[in-house]
């Protein structure tokens, strides 16, 4: 019966780890909280995994592409393409959720605030984007399904007339194409 019950335990502990089933007590309109695997859509999945996860957030895009975002985090400093250690741990938990998913492609989108000159800032924003990809490289994922794209100071989603809106400017996204 103890050896059951451990059994049970483990299998539960599995499941919640890897992001099959939910301990959320929201009820979806279908009355279920666990996301199955083997039916599930790719990008569902996807999410499913990365919602337990602090500091990322989610969006579905028009062309049911995911959007990976990493709000209130460093993730460089001002004027470098060195990946936060906290970035890192995130975009760990991106690749981990992506094991056994297939999907067409991921970019990254590099950032800038808007200091400096725009050629440079835009410089920038793609080295930033490359240390990224290089990043999920060496976490596993496929050389030739992975994109850099460096988007400057064009997109910012906090007010560059802030130090605290600079930092958040200075970030990167992912986008996941399935």
């Known amino acids: ?13 599995a499941l ?37 996860v602090a500091g990322v957030t989610t ?11 990493f709000p209130g985090i460093t993730a460089f400093s001002h004027d470098g393409a060195s990946i936060s250690n906290e970035l890192q741990r995130q975009l760990s938990a991106v690749v981990e959720s992506l094991k056994g998913i297939t999907y067409q492609n991921v970019t990254v989108l590099g950032h800038t605030d808007s ?9 920038l924003s793609q080295q930033r984007a490359e240390q990224v990809m290089a990043f999920l490289q060496q976490q596993g994922l496929a050389a030739e399904q992975l994109l850099a794209e460096g988007r400057g100071p064009s997109e910012p989603i906090a007010d560059n007339k802030t130090a605290q809106g600079r930092v958040a400017n200075r970030r990167v996204e992912i986008v996941v194409a399935f």
């Open 16 to 52: 919640i780890s890897t992001g099959c089933v939910s301990t959320s007590n929201n009820n979806t309109a279908a009355g279920s909280a666990v996301v199955n695997a083997e039916t599930a859509k790719p990008q569902t999945l996807f999410t499913a995994r990365l919602q337990p």
């Open 59 to 69: 969006a579905e895009l028009a062309d049911n592409a995911i959007k990976v975002s």
């Open 115 to 123: 200091s400096g000159q725009l050629a440079y800032n835009n410089k």
């Open 1 to 13: 019966m103890l050896r059951m019950l451990s059994l049970s335990v483990a299998v539960i502990a």
